[in-house]
């Protein structure tokens, strides 16, 4: 293999093998390229510094190196605010990203057991089915029930887990929570990793779209991400450009691992 070299001095094999770790890819070859990427990206930037004589101090959010590509791009790389008009242009294009998040209050009983324990398993479900016959006759046991026999600490609080939003809980139990009506108790045991659970929902709300001054601020966050992300892009070409760099070909659009 080639070695990878920037104005031919070359970064050590080594050097990009211990980067590799912090790349996670669906091969080798493509993790060692992300290295190899990063630590050519770290060299021009760091070779730049030094020309125009930047050095910061630490500023606690990383190694000195990473302080002082902070401060060079914050230099050297302009990152324009986009204006009113180009907010509301892109909250109206993509308003399913801007909406407030669907929010619900549910109550459960966990009968705990180990994915990997079967015996146990099959006990805990056995008993959140006598616990579902309970309730079937009585509901309003539920607060009861939970404090009795629940081994969550809910339990204190009848089980009830407080508001959650889409994605608070497991995947598994939000599939049913979601299916059941206000004040519904799902009628069957519902299995998750950390065992058997009777559910109830007893509130949910289903997020609407957020007017543009509510979604702003997260409108800008995303455009002045982007922003940046170009700027950066374009930045590191203009350095690559004035440099040999051998042994593998940077992609077109590549930013550095600190902002």
């Excluded at 607060?143 to 959650?164: F, H, I, K, V």
């Amino acid at each position: 293999m080639e070695p990878v070299t920037v104005d031919g001095v070359e970064i050590p094999a080594s050097a990009i093998a211990a980067e590799m770790q912090y790349h996670p890819a669906s091969d080798r070859e493509a993790a060692w390229q992300d290295a190899a990427t990063a630590l050519v990206l770290r060299q021009l930037l760091l070779r730049e510094a030094a020309r125009l004589a930047i050095a910061a101090e630490p500023d606690g959010e990383g190694a000195p190196e990473e302080a002082t590509i902070r401060a060079l791009i914050r230099r050297e790389v302009a990152t324009p605010q986009p204006d009113d008009a180009t907010l509301r242009r892109y909250w109206t294009a993509n308003r399913a990203r801007f909406r407030a998040p669907d929010v619900y209050e549910a109550a459960h009983i966990l009968f705990a057991a180990a994915p990997e324990d079967e015996a146990a398993r099959a006990r805990a479900k056995a008993a959140a089915s006598e616990a579902l016959a309970v309730l079937g006759d009585a509901p309003e046991r539920f607060a009861a029930l939970a404090a009795e026999r629940s081994d969550c600490p809910s339990r204190s609080a009848g089980g009830r887990l407080g508001q959650q939003s889409r994605g608070d809980l497991v995947a598994e139990i939000e599939t049913f929570v979601f299916a059941l009506e206000e004040g519904q108790i799902c009628p069957v045991p519902v299995a998750s990793r950390y065992g058997f659970h009777v559910l109830r929902l007893d509130r949910r709300v289903i997020g609407g779209d957020l007017p543009f001054e509510s979604a702003r601020p997260r409108v800008e966050a995303v455009l002045a991400s982007q922003c940046w992300q170009r700027a950066v892009s374009q930045y590191l070409r203009i350095l690559a450009g004035r440099s040999e760099i051998g042994g593998i070909d940077l992609p077109a659009a590549a930013t550095p691992l600190v902002q």
